[in-house]
Nanobody
Framework: QLVESGGGLVQAGGSLRISCAAS????????MGWFRQRPGKAREFVAA????????NYADSVKDRFTISRDNDRNTVDLQMNSLNPEDTAVYFC????WGRGSTQTYDYEYWGQGTQVTVSS
């Protein structure tokens, strides 16, 4: 089970940190990813991190603004989002990658959270 938290409303230029707590899986065996779904759009990759936390990758649209991190002792993965703009408004989902690679593709992810809403006002 994956449960996201920390979403909310923030002004453009602001920051927000969202978290995902995992249970019922051997956490450090899974790469973890964050995806988002904007209104009327398909779900898209945001960031991913390998099981050890040693490697991460980002979508071009969030690179240098967002940072993904994980705590394998607490079974959590966070997404720190800085310099937010209205185009970042979306429901953000965390997911567990069964192959452990930190894939950018939704079909590689076995478990999904229910999502948390992030709204950036202009």
């Amino acid at each position: 089970q994956l449960v996201e938290s920390g979403g909310g409303l923030v002004q453009a230029g602001g920051s927000l940190r969202i978290s995902c707590a995992a249970s019922g899986l051997i956490f450090d065996r899974y790469a973890m990813g964050w995806f988002r779904q904007r209104p009327g759009k398909a779900r898209e990759f945001v960031a991913a991190i390998t099981g050890s936390g040693g490697t991460s990758n980002y979508a071009d649209s969030v690179k240098d603004r967002f940072t993904i991190s994980r705590d394998n002792d607490r079974n959590t993965v966070d997404l720190q989002m800085n310099s937010l703009n209205p185009e970042d408004t979306a429901v953000y989902f965390c997911a567990a990658d069964r192959w452990g690679r930190g894939s950018t593709q939704t079909y590689d992810y076995e478990y999904w959270g229910q999502g948390t809403q992030v709204t950036v006002s202009s």
